[in-house]
Structure formats: C-alpha cells, structure tokens
C-alpha cells in the first residue's frame, strides 16, 4: 500500500524557514511528478511547487524566490525549503505524488496526510 508521509512542518516567526519533506514508499516502480499543496482555513487547496523525475519545477506565483522543491529520486523523497515565510504561508501543507507500482496498471495521484505549518508575525 502507498504511503507518502510528510515531516517538517511547525510555528515559525515571520521572516524564518521551515524545511518539508515527504517521504514516499510502498511497491513504488517510477514516480512522474511530486508535489506540495497547501490549503488555509476557507480556501481552496492550491499547488505550490512541483517537480518531475527530470527536475523540471513549477512553482506558484506568490512562493517564487522564496520556496525551493528538490527530490532524491533514490529514496522516493520531495523537500520543500521554505525561506522568508510570510503570515500568508500558514496552511496545511500537502505532499502529493504522481506513481505507478508493482500492481497498478498505470499512474495514478496519492496524497499525504498533511502537516500544519504556521508563520506568526
């Protein structure tokens, strides 16, 4: 069974850094594109960064120059440095990866559980 389990997420004051990672596991063969979305009280979830088993990036508008996604293709492993967080950062934050696995027919999205990160000002 997949699972993609997330770790560093916490309070943070503004103007400080927080590191994600997401680490994923369970009868994985390739994984495409992982991801981080985020999701605040009353809005929707949105993507923040994503990156492909070729290191292409995306990232959204409002993190650029400020986020960075990398991964180790060898451990099935996203991170996500956060750097000058804002207020407007705080959300739960979401790993989501793109797979295929020893019994899946094809690729499909999984999602992690979710870690709170918080940025007071």
């Known amino acids: 069974q997949v699972q993609l389990v997330e770790s560093g997420g916490g309070l943070v004051q503004a103007g400080g850094s927080l590191r994600l990672s997401c680490a994923a596991s369970g009868g994985i063969l390739s994984i495409n594109v992982m991801g981080w979305y985020r999701q605040a009280p009353g809005k929707q979830r949105e993507l923040v960064a994503a990156?492909?088993?070729?290191?292409?990036?995306n990232y959204a508008d409002s993190v650029k120059g400020r986020f960075t996604i990398s991964r180790a293709n060898a451990k099935n492993t996203v991170y996500l440095q956060m750097n000058s967080l804002k207020p407007e950062d705080t959300a739960v934050y979401y790993c989501?990866?793109?797979?295929?696995?020893?019994?899946?027919?094809?690729?499909?999205?999984?999602w992690g559980q979710g870690t709170q990160v918080t940025v007071s000002s």
């Open positions: 990156i492909t088993s070729g290191s292409s990036t």
């Open positions: 989501n990866a793109r797979l295929t696995t020893v019994v899946a027919g094809g690729y499909y999205n999984y």
